[in-house]
């Protein structure tokens, strides 16, 4: 996907602007920032959801349009209501699509032999018949991670995915995503507030805060100097047995520098 001049405004308030971007075939890039800085904006722009306010957007050489099937997302986490009339594996299954993998070219066999693949690779084999609203939120997570990959996309945008997956899911489902790179040459685009748990996978850093951004692989991010600019605040970044530790960023920055005085 890529981006030219890319800028958006709602009203007098800038998330972002003048930001060029390319995410190559097998790119992982995480996208970072406070609050209300933009990422998951970014993310409706790029599924042809949200028009830019200047510049271009491009997914595989065409400009973003609604229901591309080239794009596979993990949306946000939200809970299904009790009473949702599907299973776990009907959830699975609205992911693939009928045309590529669907009774007509493969049997139905061939689309439950690829659900259940899918449902083993996030660890949700067990649950997979019980009513999707009576799962916890991060079983319900792993559904929506199985029925984003199902599709095999060339893009793979991701909003917070490990949001309330314990730690061992939150591996097993980064490692699944990152293979999607590695395997089948898969852009991905992870919006995060924590980069910890991806951070041996991440090839490049998207950091959004305050109207301003920085693009880098995380070494050249996540400095004590590139964050205390962005955030117009002095921050320190320590690195301690492979972790990163950011320590000193101020309650509700989002728009202080993204107010247009005029
Ligand atoms: N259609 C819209 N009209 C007006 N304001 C909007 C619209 N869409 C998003 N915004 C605003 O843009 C800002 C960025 O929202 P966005 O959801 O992209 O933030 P985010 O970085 O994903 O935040 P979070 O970390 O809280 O998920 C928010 O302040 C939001 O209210």
Redesign the pocket.
Request: hydrophobic letters at 25%; charged letters at 15%; aromatic letters at 4%.
């Given at each position: 996907m890529r981006l030219r001049g890319a800028g958006l405004r709602?009203?007098p308030?800038r998330?972002w602007e003048g930001l060029d971007l390319d995410v190559a075939p097998g790119e992982f890039l995480a996208v970072l920032?406070?609050?209300?800085?933009?990422?998951?904006?970014?993310l409706r722009v790029l599924l042809g959801l949200?028009g830019l306010s200047e510049g271009t957007v491009e997914v595989a050489g065409r400009p973003a349009t609604r229901g591309s099937r080239l794009i596979g997302t993990i949306p946000?986490q939200t809970s299904f209501p009790a009473d949702t009339p599907l299973r776990g594996r009907d959830l699975v299954a609205l992911g693939i699509d009928g045309h590529r993998w669907g009774p007509r070219i493969f049997g139905r066999k061939a689309v439950d032999a690829r659900v259940d693949q899918l449902l083993d690779k996030v660890g949700a084999s067990d649950y997979a018949d019980r009513p999707v609203g009576t799962l916890s939120g991060g079983e319900q997570q792993r559904l929506r991670a199985a029925q984003a990959l199902a599709d095999d996309p060339r893009l793979l945008l991701c909003d917070?995915p490990l949001l309330s997956l314990d730690m061992h899911h939150q591996q097993g489902v980064s490692a699944l995503i990152h293979r999607q790179t590695e395997e089948r040459d898969a852009a991905v685009v992870f919006?995060t507030?924590e980069i910890n748990p991806i951070l041996q996978y991440v090839d490049r850093v998207l950091y959004?805060a305050g109207g301003r951004f920085h693009i880098g692989t995380p070494r050249e991010v996540m400095t004590g100097e590139v964050l205390s600019e962005l955030y117009g605040s002095p921050i320190e970044v320590f690195n301690s047995n492979g972790r990163i530790v950011v320590v000193g960023i101020p309650d509700a920055v989002?728009?202080h520098h993204g107010e247009d005085k005029g």
């Open positions: 709602f009203g308030r998330l920032g406070p609050n209300g800085s933009g990422k998951t904006t970014l949200q946000q917070e919006v507030h959004l989002a728009h």
